[in-house]
């Protein structure tokens, strides 16, 4: 147990440097920044940020530990396999970048939506922050992590919700810190114009994160949904443009009422498309399934789909299997794909060793998958699995995948030299 919840927190710090949450905590520093260091304000909102970070992350693992034990297979990231939650991720960090750009003034943005709701300290944003970096972090699945959470998922709700707990904290730890140190705090540039220039240039990494949702989502729904969410984006942008006039114009004392009608248009005409029923924001199929037969078996390098009778095939015909479990949401999965599985070295390795290479494609939900990774006491992504030709378990392989490691295994499984 101990080692599962210092495994959960050193996952937890490590997220804070992947491109999902730090374009989010950078902003919640110029934040602070902002305010000019002011210590009790910086310290309050250090306790916001923690506790809404706490708070979304215990609502997301009570969720998945209820959806379980109620017979459910599904995962850690459950909630990126549903396209409209996507398509709203898109939507919001699309908003974040418009307002960090200018168009339109709404606190810091969309993370800092408290800070017009309370007028004082923004604490209502810092913990709206701290709940998103949460939302978005989910994807992000490296180090330490796949451990803690395959061993949070099968103990008593209260111990797996500690470790959880105990996720969220690695999370909120660096932001916290800062805000509580009265060293790190003088170390903060004092309010300037350069703060102007920064904000906007931070609307950049905003935009980035929308783009790779954006990405994401064409994977999930094919071009359909893609043409739907990119109108949903064009009608945003729009209603954010005729927002901000309207703002610049009540500013200077000259209220426009017709302006402020057409935002509230766009924003109800955003709900409507994004909400039209069998609209195409509905998973389909990935390309990759529907190309091959999913009982199909092949020993060259080309991946075939994963399912439990395809692996069984493969092995009665005498063959090691490679199994990679991965979603087109996994930065991580993303990674091991460019630095190990699509190199020469390995493609090599699985054609001298004559191995079965499949892809358990989870980018939309499958319930096979999510109970094939239960049953191995694994939730999160990504996993790799090399089953040995002469029978036995799986051996799992690291997360992050390295080409030595890898081929050994493949040797090991194969009885065969690479």
């Known amino acids: 147990m101990l080692v599962a919840l ?8 490590i997220l804070n440097l992947m491109p999902c949450v730090f374009p989010i905590i950078s902003l919640k520093a110029f934040g602070l920044a902002r305010q000019g260091g002011d210590p ?28 379980r034990a109620g017979g459910q297979a ?36 969309l993370q800092r939506m408290g800070q017009t709701l309370d007028g004082k300290d923004g604490m209502l944003g810092a913990a709206l922050t701290g709940a998103l970096a949460v939302v978005v972090a989910t994807p992000c699945a490296g180090p330490f992590m796949a451990g803690a959470i395959g061993f949070a998922l099968v103990q008593p709700p209260l111990a797996a919700l500690a470790i959880f707990a ?14 509580f140190s009265p060293a790190l705090a003088r170390r903060l540039p004092r309010p300037g114009a350069w703060m102007t220039t920064l904000k906007h ?11 790779w949702l954006l990405w994401v989502l064409a994977q999930q729904t094919g071009s359909a949904g893609l043409a739907l969410m990119l109108g949903c984006a064009l009608l945003l942008a729009f209603t954010c443009w005729i927002y901000g006039m309207a703002q ?55 991946p075939v789909p994963w399912s439990p009778e395809a692996v069984a095939k493969a092995r009665a015909a005498g063959h090691a299997v490679f199994v990679d479990f991965s979603a087109e949401w996994c930065l991580t999965c993303k990674v091991n794909e460019k630095a190990v599985l699509s190199t020469a070295a390995f493609k090599d390795g699985i054609s001298r060793t004559g191995t079965t290479y499949m892809v358990a494609d989870s980018t939309n939900y499958d319930a096979r998958i999510e109970q094939a990774m239960m049953e191995l006491g694994r939730s999160g992504l990504p996993l790799y699995l090399v089953y040995p030709a002469k029978g036995g378990d799986p051996v799992i392989l690291p997360q992050v995948l390295d080409t030595k490691t890898t081929l050994d295994a493949l040797q090991a499984a194969s009885g065969k030299k690479v």
């Open 6 to 13: 210092l495994s959960a927190f050193l996952g937890g710090l």
């Open 248 to 302: 610049r114009r009540a500013m200077a004392g000259r209220p426009a009422p017709v302006l402020q009608g057409l935002t509230i248009a766009g924003a109800a005409a955003i709900a409507a498309l994004c909400a039209l029923p069998g609209n195409a924001l509905r998973a389909s199929p990935p390309a990759a399934q529907m190309q091959a037969s999913a009982g199909s078996i092949r020993t060259d390098i080309a």
């Open 40 to 67: 009790q304000r910086m310290r309050h909102e250090g306790l916001a940020f923690l506790g809404g970070t706490l708070l979304a992350m215990l609502a997301l693992a009570g969720t998945l530990i209820a959806l």
């Open 201 to 211: 240039a931070l609307a950049f990494p905003m935009l980035a994160a929308a783009a």
């Open 74 to 109: 599904v995962g850690w990231g459950f909630q990126l396999q549903s396209p409209l939650v996507v398509a709203v991720l898109v939507l919001v960090l699309l908003g974040s970048a418009l307002n960090l750009a200018g168009l339109f003034e709404f606190g810091l943005g």
């Open 166 to 179: 105990a996720l969220g904290l690695g999370v909120a730890a660096p932001f916290t810190a800062l805000s």
